[in-house]
């Protein structure tokens, strides 16, 4: 059993950045893919980007360029570097993991992952 654990997140100004974090706190996980997703109260859950253990990444397209995953293997950690942030990117943001097998990092959808974090608040005001 994998438990993940988000920290990072609060209240920003629009145009500033802000890093998350999602820290594998239980369980066994050195080679599984790790993702960020987001969501607004209400709506369903965005796919933000996918990191597999060799680095192989998978990302939005409405976010690439803004948004950046990275992940630490030795800390069992992935990232999640957020630039330029604006209103529109207030949401609860997720780490998820899988543990299955898989090939690339192109799963984007949330069935695909095994685990997932408790989530972080990140409020961008205007």
């Known amino acids: 059993h994998v438990v993940l654990v988000e920290s990072g997140g609060g209240l920003v100004q629009t145009g500033t950045s802000l890093r998350v974090s999602c820290s594998v706190s239980?369980?066994?996980?050195?080679?599984?893919?790790m993702a960020w997703f987001r969501q607004v109260i209400g709506q369903e859950m965005e796919f933000i980007a996918s990191?597999?253990?060799?680095?192989?990444?998978t990302s939005a397209d409405s976010l690439k360029g803004r948004f950046t995953i990275s992940r630490d293997n030795a800390k069992q950690t992935e990232y999640l570097q957020m630039n330029n942030l604006q209103p529109e990117d207030t949401a609860i943001y997720f780490c998820a993991a899988r543990t299955r097998s898989y090939t690339g990092s192109q799963y984007s959808q949330p069935s695909d992952y095994d685990y997932w974090g408790q989530g972080t608040q990140v409020t961008v005001s205007s």
């Open positions: 239980s369980g066994t996980f050195s080679k599984g893919l």
């Open positions: 990191i597999s253990w060799s680095g192989s990444i």
